[in-house]
């Protein structure tokens, strides 16, 4: 690893023109922890996941650790002042796992390259010291195997076309760059892995199904039978030795996996899947080995062997892991439609001086940089996140906000990577590349969600600790019982199978007890439902932050509403003026504007939309200057402006700035709230001047959602910010009894009644769309945020609504339950499988029935479990919004 200091570089200089210079940690601005993500392979159940985790929580510098058995990744939360990402990769190598490097958590850039021409160290070096010596660049890592080079930098300095062309530059260009094909690794290790497992199924069945038919089918054939029962040494035969040279490759070759999966969980202290079917076919391989060499040594012992046993368990084993496999790649597909949805490569366009286009080139899209203007025509998604500079289209967002309507985008509006230009040819300029785009942080966003396990998966995390140690014991007593039981003649002879004895007889329903067994279904059951059931919920507009979000949102019985924004479109509008003094109302509006143009709440962007009009000129608007501006939130703001304070908020503003409110303003207000309208209060130097009516209009379906929500017995409330005429007529337009709404709420003051609702046993959530909902948001038990609203809402909110519908809300609620009823099904049938397999296979039946589990059909049922809940999880892709959403939507077509 190589780091340009560029702070010794400029203390030297500064100390070469002769003066001292000392440099200065400023550690308060040293990010103190990151999230590092990284793929896990070798983990085979729910014991190697919680091994693992345990052992990266004990690391001096993790402050939380993730390991989802699901993905077979973690997530690891660290001080990069005490660990680095190299020593959590170590720790997990200990552990007995490999550990690939998905992301580092820094905050600032990476790229990885492909570089072709570096045979020599001095290449390298070559290579190393020329992107050095480009600005911005701050570390350099290279991996002569791959090939691979990974370049740390500042995004807004530099980009990977500047490295590409400095790499390609170095002498004689005898370096080729390109981008390194990062995301492809782990894709390529899922096929990899499918290859491995269906490779070693099919070699295996090479040999076991020959050992099958010689055990099973062909001693009934008369002549074959006669050959294999031809004896070679005492009373060796042909069928034993063939049997013994066919199952020793799938004992040791095909089978070593698990062996190696064994010794590691084994010296690391702790029981895995490996173990139960290491021991399981290692008896019965054993004790074939001894019975045959018994044979071959004496003239009288007519030997019993299950090679057939161990063979075909190894067999089946290999088909289950496979199938689970191949399934469990199914339930991360929503990330890959995700990631599909960036453009492979874009048009950059170079602009000379004047602003003309004087060339135009095809790029990869991961090369693209901040600040390169980018050329999108009709039918062409828009390459990364960027402003529009020339052109006007119509933009589909559908495929990340879920709003089907096209929007329409010209110069000066922001468009978002992934869309879908329809129509007109757009110039662009990149603001946001790389993993800072919309896309990225959505794809990062879900990921998260599928990593985040469901307080419900402790469960199977607690078990999981004695299942296999548990499963031993009994296996081990389930032999012991029946040896005994043979040995003191408790149970008939002819209980006994002609081809074996007592000892045979409880050796095989031992190993039964120890195959049949199955961990993997009961890790699995949790997290696979999560997966899926986050991953629909992304495709349907709704992003679910997490198992812990998943699974509170289905016991949710009240909702606590926003107003602005959310119940209503959140788009208002000033309606009426009406001044109390003699005023020009473009010099009343102009100090108005001044005041809120630096507030971003939505009341303040009407109140400046108007003031432009009343300007009749959208261009080079600039306002008079604003000193000691001050945001009260939930109330409105304060400034002084042209030597003038001006106050504009509600009513409680103005009486804790000590200013009397006249009564024909008291009447303006009734008369506003009255009709569902925002009254806004206006002081000039400490008297009340004006009120403004803003109408903000509500959302069409907020009725029907909240009589859908009365009919799931879930409470609805409205707690605002806004005034209590304004607030009661929205709860009588969507169907609110006034007693269940808050008005005139400071954001505390929402936070507090959240906790009020949860004192009296609810559990609550809330939807918002702003700053001031936050605290509120953060307090609920699930916080559910607008998807146009801030990005403090969003950060603040369990559930992201990106489709700012309200019918989200429902369909957010509906998704968990259904997500919840299947891990119940999931966690119904793994243990269930587990509590009727084990004793059936102990030989519970056997004394009644005569029915017995063959240790190899032990197997193959144990392989069937844990497919059949991945395949359980997968059902929830078939999810489908609730009918009477349906019905909604349909009511709100009009006919004319």
Not at 228 to 247: D, F, H, P
Request: hydrophobic content about 45%; proline content about 4%.
């Amino acid at each position: 690893m190589l780091k340009y200091d560029w702070e010794e570089m400029i203390r030297e200089t500064i100390e070469d023109v002769g003066f001292q210079a000392k440099l200065l940690k400023e550690e308060m601005n040293q990010k103190s922890s990151q999230v590092c993500r990284i793929q896990v392979n070798g983990m085979t159940c729910t014991s190697c996941s919680t091994t693992l985790e345990s052992a990266l929580q004990v690391i001096l510098g993790v402050q939380k650790a993730r390991v989802a058995l699901a993905t077979q990744e973690a997530e690891i939360c660290y001080d990069p002042k005490i660990v680095d990402y190299n020593q959590l990769l170590e720790a997990i190598g200990i552990t007995g796992f490999e550990g690939i490097l998905i992301s580092t958590g820094e905050d600032n850039s990476r790229i990885l390259l492909k570089v072709d021409g570096v045979n020599t160290e001095n290449s390298v070096t070559l290579i190393k010291n020329s992107l050095l010596e480009l600005q911005g660049v701050q570390e350099i890592d290279f991996d002569p195997q791959l090939k691979k080079l990974s370049v740390t930098y500042r995004a807004g300095v530099t980009g990977p076309r500047n490295f590409i062309r400095a790499i390609e530059s170095i002498g004689s260009g005898c370096f080729r760059a390109s981008i390194f094909p990062e995301g492809r690794e782990r894709e390529e290790h899922r096929h990899q892995e499918i290859r491995q497992y269906h490779r070693a199924f099919l070699w295996s069945l090479v040999f076991s199904v020959p050992v099958f038919f010689t055990s099973m089918v062909f001693m009934y054939i008369p002549g074959l039978k006669n050959v294999l029962e031809t004896k070679i040494v005492n009373m060796l035969s042909v069928g034993e030795v063939l049997r013994w040279a066919l199952s020793t490759p799938v004992q040791f070759i095909i089978g070593r996996k698990f062996y190696i999966g064994a010794y590691t969980a084994l010296s690391h202290g702790y029981a895995n899947m490996d173990v139960l079917i290491a021991l399981g076919t290692n008896a019965a391989y054993f004790y074939s080995v001894y019975s045959v060499l018994r044979a071959a040594t004496s003239p009288t012992f007519n030997a019993s062997d299950f090679f057939e046993t161990s063979s075909m368990l190894i067999s089946f084993i290999l088909l289950g892991k496979y199938l689970e496999v191949l399934a469990r790649g199914k339930t991360s597909e929503a990330i890959a439609k995700l990631m599909d949805l960036a453009p492979k490569t874009a048009t950059l366009l170079t602009i000379d001086d004047k602003g003309k286009v004087v060339n135009e080139e095809e790029v990869d899209s991961r090369l693209i940089q901040k600040n390169d203007v980018l050329k999108t025509i009709p039918g062409s998604k828009v390459a990364c996140d960027g402003l529009v500079i020339w052109g006007q289209s119509h933009i589909n967002e559908s495929m990340i906000t879920g709003e089907s309507r096209p929007f329409t985008k010209k110069t000066g509006d922001m468009v978002i990577g992934g869309t879908l230009n329809e129509n007109g040819v757009l110039h662009i300029k990149a603001t946001r590349v790389g993993s800072e785009t919309a896309l990225s942080q959505i794809v990062r966003l879900v990921e998260s969600a599928q990593m985040a396990k469901a307080p419900v998966q402790r469960f199977a995390d607690h078990i999981s600790k004695y299942f296999v140690p548990l499963v031993i014991a009994l296996s081990f007593c389930t032999w012991v019982s029946w040896f005994l039981a043979g040995m003191f003649k408790a149970y008939p002879r002819t209980w006994i199978p002609s081809s074996m004895d007592s000892f045979e007889l409880a050796l095989q329903f031992g190993i039964s007890v120890m195959v049949v067994a199955c961990p993997c279904a009961l890790g699995l059951a949790t997290p696979t439902a999560v997966m899926v059931g986050t991953g629909v919920g992304a495709s349907l507009g709704v992003l679910i932050k997490g198992g812990q979000a998943l699974e509170t949102a289905q016991e949710v019985n009240c909702i606590v509403f926003d107003k602005t924004g959310t119940l209503t479109i959140g788009k208002p509008m000033v309606v009426n003026t009406r001044l109390f003094k003699t005023m020009v109302p473009q010099e009343f509006y102009e100090l108005i504007a001044a005041a809120e143009v630096n507030s971003d709440h939505p009341l303040a962007k009407a109140i400046v939309e108007n003031a432009k009009k009343l300007r009749g000129s959208e261009e080079k608007l600039i306002w008079p200057e604003a000193l000691n501006f001050e945001s009260i939130t939930g109330q409105g703001v304060k400034a002084i402006i042209c030597n003038k304070e001006v106050v504009v908020g509600n009513k409680s503003l103005m009486l804790e700035q000590g200013i009397a409110i006249p009564v024909e303003a008291e009447e303006a207000l009734a008369e506003t709230e009255g009709l569902a309208q925002t009254g806004i209060l206006v002081s000039i130097d400490k008297e009340v001047i004006g009120v403004l009516a803003i109408s903000d209009p509500l959302k069409p379906e907020a009725p029907e959602v909240i009589s859908i929500l009365k009919s799931m017995h879930i409470e609805s409330m409205i707690v605002t910010g806004d005034n209590w005429g304004t607030a009661n007529a929205i709860a009588k337009q969507v169907g609110i009894d006034s007693k269940y709404v808050v008005a005139e709420a400071k954001p505390e003051q929402k936070a507090e009644k959240v906790k009020e609702l949860q004192d009296l046993g609810k559990v609550v959530a809330m939807v918002g769309d702003g700053v001031n909902d936050s605290p509120a948001l953060v307090a609920a038990d699930v916080g559910m945020a607008i998807g146009a609203g801030t990005d403090i809402a969003i950060e603040a909110a369990d559930i992201v609504l990106m489709k700012s519908s309200l019918k989200d809300v429902i369909t957010a609620i509906d998704l968990s339950k259904k997500t919840f009823k299947r891990i119940h099904l999931n966690y119904f049938w793994a243990l269930g499988y587990n509590l009727l397999s084990i004793p059936i296979a102990a030989g519970v039946l056997f004394p009644f029935t005569g029915f017995r589990l063959p240790p190899w059909v032990a197997g193959a049922a144990m392989a069937a479990s844990s497919v059949s809940v991945v395949c359980s999880s997968l059902l929830l892709k078939k999810y489908r919004k609730p009918k009477k959403l349906n019905t909604l939507d349909l009511h709100r077509i009009i006919v004319e």
